[in-house]
């Protein structure tokens, strides 16, 4: 009887940490098919009884949606693939190099962490400038590359991994760049997929950086981009605006979606090794 009771209280718990999660996406796509003057209706309803996808058309009016998400996916993606290769390098070297210093900068590296993006965006904005690289989408994608976390994590997992393979690998003649690439490279994809599905889904919704580093509008990227719709709210078109919301989530939610194996599997190998 106390083994049925704990199961049945699992499930009501799961069930409304999912209603708490999904509950204001879902409002938010229902209210963005109804008309404006059916948005704040008293009481709310979850289910538009006429759909209507013109807001998902006002938005392409509205916005130049191809330019936004093109400047979106180079700066993610690059970030992304930058991530996980400095990420992968970083923690080979802290985890299977010896060198003097090596666990006072690591310990530097991880203090990073506690540091708000706030402050350190005014130095970044300096150098940026200083490089030459402002309003550039190369202003978000540099600085974003170095990662504490990806560093950590991928550390983790090479200390993970049996050492006897590089030594094998030097009884062989490989150099450390060999033994990098060729062996603990491919073992350390599941890892890397962890940093490149977490680095998308985050700076895919940054809007922070994009505010203070991008002047021009041909730069903008999405989150960016999506600001110009709160126009209509003076007018009390808040499906337009949630239309947009809606088609901001759905690479991020796409990418998590095919990416959410290779970060079970190396979650898992983590674990296990």
Do not use: C
């Amino acid at each position: 009887m106390q083994s049925k009771f704990a199961s049945i209280a699992k499930y009501v718990i799961l069930a409304v940490a999912v209603i708490l999660t999904l509950g204001p996406v879902w409002w938010t796509f229902t209210t963005s098919l109804r008309p404006a003057a059916e948005s704040f209706s008293n009481p709310p309803s979850f289910f538009p009884l006429n759909p209507d996808f013109s807001s998902y058309t006002a938005v392409f009016e509205q916005l130049k949606m191809p330019l936004l998400v093109l400047n979106s996916a180079l700066v993610t993606g690059i970030i992304a693939l930058g991530q996980m290769l400095s990420a992968a390098m970083a923690g080979y070297v802290f985890a299977r190099m010896k060198f003097r210093g090596k666990n006072i900068l690591f310990g530097i590296i991880l203090s990073t962490m506690m540091v708000p993006v706030q402050i350190t965006i005014v130095p970044v904005f300096m150098i940026i400038r200083g490089l030459n690289l402002s309003d550039t989408l190369w202003a978000l994608i540099l600085p974003a590359i170095p990662t504490a976390f990806g560093t950590f994590l991928m550390r983790q997992f090479f200390m993970g991994l049996p050492p006897d393979l590089a030594e094998a690998a030097a009884v062989d003649g490989a150099s450390p760049w060999r033994t990098f690439f060729s062996i603990y490279a491919p073992l350390a994809i599941p890892g890397m997929a962890i940093v490149g599905v977490l680095a998308f889904n985050f700076h895919w919704n940054e809007f922070f950086r994009p505010l203070i580093f991008m002047l021009s509008e041909q730069n903008y990227t999405l989150p960016l981009g999506l600001v110009t719709l709160q126009g209509n709210l003076g007018t009390g078109s808040i499906s337009i605006v949630l239309a947009g919301v809606i088609l901001s989530m759905i690479p991020a939610v796409v990418v998590f979606f095919f990416g959410q194996r290779a970060l079970q599997e190396g979650l898992t190998a983590g674990v296990s090794k």
